[in-house]
């Protein structure tokens, strides 16, 4: 058994510890007042029995929790005292400078928390270390000097998240829809150097690359491009290599005519078209970014988005490709072809591709392929988007957040060259248990906590206020976002629905269960959890009528934060059947991950509480190996088209790299309980000697997750 120090380091449980801590502060009070030794004794042995209970790690904090409560229950009121007050002695010492331990630890690759926090993120690397570093001072900055107490105490509490705390003491923002048609068309600026527009498509395709890496470095959060803006440089080298054959042909002297050119010259074109999808694969696979990992991008797919005509036919050679590469994956350090976590993959359902003899149905079914072999791409319904968005359709900007509609000063609808400010999540699942039970006392603890996320959501929003164009020259003044001039601020992009700021909520589910004692799957349940996510959404539209600031609601997407927030619920309130229980909590608004439920029931559910969550919403179902049964793919997606805006299938893609196994590695428990993952072929459990990917939020993981995730993980049922 293991524990958690507060360094987030990793030890072995060792009972000595408490019964000196326990004996010390017995020690210090008179005689009369003492425990006895069997009493010390018996304390030790509850506390260990309750962490061996758990089913996870304890942290110093709750085991110290566990401590006191024992004491007292023996009546020892002065042991406890003397124990709680050289508890708080120690947490003075330890405040006034909190980083160095945090620091240390991440240079000797020994903090288990941040080692499972981020499943792209590779600790061990000097890059990631230096960013985890700067981010344990920004959040030792931005609890003691930039939010209020009360935000920072709710924070830590897990009563809301403050989002990526280690990013906020610099005047970053979260994630964006990349402008790449403006940069591409008009030029932009790279690390001062000027871009002019490309006079190919493969040089298009490696300076996105390069606009991409510098986006991921200017922000925390994901950004997406579209294939649509690439699209159109397919043309410009079709006639710069029609041009070039006809002039090999004269310059050897040989007759030929125009459709001949035009043949060779298309061959040309497809190797070219092959050549710049390769680029954008490799390059956004391998490029590091200073925050030390792959920049988050998605890459949009969507045919309707260019004119009909050579454009689109364009647009789906290139999508073709993509596929293509990506179903090939990427080669591991043995060379082995794997799954890679990026760039994540969305593909646009419309009329011209979703039944069989539309126009490109046999791209449809290559994608189909894709995400059977290897998780992407995801999939937006055109015709729901239509009925959700005023007719648009676009992409999310990174993996599920979701721009509100919006009219530029020309009453035209503008998506691209947006963002989001930031995100505050509320844990509902608080809200519910400190309610006991009671509806009145629940809205009433729901408001409050609403108000709550609002300050916290302004600090965000006034932290980029008055943030000059020069902070981010990518963004602000060179295209990606705006055209800002130097020294002007970005100001005015926060107000009036330019940019949007989101209220995350997770826990809908436990939530639900706690006040009705049902799953919000159950029709007599499932108004209460719509009430709910329209309370949010109500919030969010006062909010706004009030500020000008475009508050929106989105589905958070938890990683390492399910875990926090089980950790935090266990402690507030103890183990729950069905709330509290696991070490996770749901995210969003989706069914339990262990509530058996088909494909099709769970996105028609799901679909309602897409339509209350415009900030951002995903679903997913969890299914086996579909590589032989294309078909079933295509019915779920057919079935997504139909009934749901945006969706992702989930299959399995490891490997072994000690005995090669191809499938999927399983989860088990080790002698001390501890969930981890082994080959079913070899027992291996070495995780730097096996590939395994998995999607945990929107996007694929490719390193590991913290017990809460992987419990969840395990969990998983199948729902085809």
Request: charged share 25%; hydrophobic share 35%.
């Amino acid at each position: 058994m293991t524990i958690i120090k507060r360094s987030g380091s990793e030890e072995t449980f060792d009972i000595r510890k408490i019964h000196n801590a326990v004996a010390k502060a017995n020690n210090s009070v008179k005689e009369m007042e003492r425990l006895s030794e069997e009493q010390i004794t018996d304390i030790c042995s509850n506390v260990e029995k309750i962490c061996s209970d758990m089913g996870r790690a304890a942290g110093v904090e709750e085991i110290q929790d566990m401590v006191e409560m024992q004491i007292m229950k023996h009546d020892a009121y002065p042991v406890a005292k003397n124990y709680i007050t050289y508890r708080y002695q120690r947490a003075l010492v330890r405040k006034s400078n909190s980083t160095d331990e945090q620091i240390l630890s991440l240079l000797e690759c020994n903090n288990e928390e941040i080692k499972q926090e981020n499943s792209n993120k590779n600790p061990t690397v000097n890059s990631v270390q230096r960013d985890y570093m700067a981010g344990e001072v920004s959040k030792d900055i931005t609890k003691r000097l930039l939010l209020p107490q009360q935000v920072v105490e709710a924070h830590e509490q897990g009563i809301i998240h403050f989002h990526d705390a280690d990013y906020f003491a610099q005047h970053m923002h979260n994630c964006c829809l990349v402008n790449l048609e403006d940069m591409l068309q008009n030029g932009t600026v790279i690390s001062e150097t000027m871009i002019d527009k490309p006079k190919s498509f493969s040089t298009a395709c490696n300076i996105a690359t390069q606009i991409i890496a510098q986006i991921a470095s200017s922000q925390y959060g994901g950004q997406s491009i579209s294939l649509a803006h690439l699209a159109p440089f397919v043309q410009v080298s079709r006639e710069k290599f029609r041009k070039e054959v006809k002039a090999e042909f004269e310059a050897a002297g040989i007759n030929c005519t125009v459709d001949e050119i035009n043949r060779i010259a298309e061959m040309r074109v497809m190797e070219e078209i092959k050549r710049g999808v390769q680029t954008i694969q490799y390059q956004v696979i391998t490029l590091m970014t200073t925050n030390g990992q792959a920049p988050f991008v998605t890459v949009f797919m969507y045919l309707d988005e260019v004119p009909e005509g050579q454009t689109r036919d364009d647009l789906a050679v290139i999508i073709e490709e993509v596929l293509n590469q990506r179903i090939l994956g990427v080669k591991n350090e043995k060379g082995v072809y794997i799954t890679p976590a990026f760039p994540k993959l969305i593909y646009v359902l419309e009329e011209d591709n979703i039944r069989e003899g539309s126009r490109y149905w046999n791209l449809t079914k290559l994608a189909a392929k894709c995400t059977a072999k290897r998780m992407v791409p995801d999939y937006i319904s055109e015709k729901v988007m239509h009925q959700l968005k005023e007719g648009n359709c676009y992409t999310c900007m990174g993996c599920r957040s979701f721009l509100t509609v919006y009219k530029d000063e020309n009453e035209k609808y503008k998506f691209y060259g947006r963002f989001n400010q930031g995100v505050v999540t509320i844990n509902l699942v608080d809200a519910a248990c400190s309610s006991e039970g009671d509806r009145e006392r629940f809205w009433n603890i729901l408001d409050e906590r609403l108000e709550l996320c609002r300050k916290a959501l302004m600090c965000r929003h006034n932290r980029l206020k008055g943030t000059l164009s020069d902070a981010a020259p990518i963004l602000w003044q060179y295209g990606a976002l705006a055209r800002l001039k130097k020294g002007e601020p970005i100001t005015k992009l926060l107000y009036g629905g330019y940019s949007t700021i989101s209220l995350g909520y997770a826990g809908l589910c436990e939530c639900t269960r706690y006040m009705t004692g049902k799953s919000h799957t159950d029709p007599e349940a499932t108004p209460f959890a719509l009430e709910v996510m329209q309370r949010l959404n109500d919030a969010c539209a006062k909010w706004r009528a009030e500020t000008t600031i475009d508050f929106s609601l989105y589905g958070t997407p938890l990683e390492s934060t399910t875990y926090k927030f089980a950790k935090c619920l266990q402690k507030r309130f103890g183990i729950i059947e069905g709330v509290t229980d696991k070490n996770y909590i749901t995210n969003s608004y989706h069914v339990h991950v262990t509530e058996d439920i088909n494909a099709f029931e769970k996105l028609k559910f799901e679909s309602q509480f897409q339509k209350l969550s415009p900030g951002g919403a995903i679903s997913y179902v969890e299914v086996p190996n579909m590589q032989q049964n294309i078909d079933a793919v295509l019915t779920v997606m057919q079935y997504i088209y139909e009934n749901i805006m945006y969706a992702e299938l989930n299959t399995k893609s490891d490997f072994c790299q000690v005995c090669g196994y191809d499938g999927e590695i399983s989860i088990v428990s080790d002698e001390d309980g501890k969930l981890v993952w082994e080959c079913p072929n070899c027992q291996n459990r070495n995780q730097d000697k096996m590939n395994v990917a998995r999607r945990t939020c929107g996007y694929i993981g490719t390193q590991f997750w913290n017990q809460g995730r992987t419990q969840e993980i395990k969990e998983r049922v199948l729902h085809l």
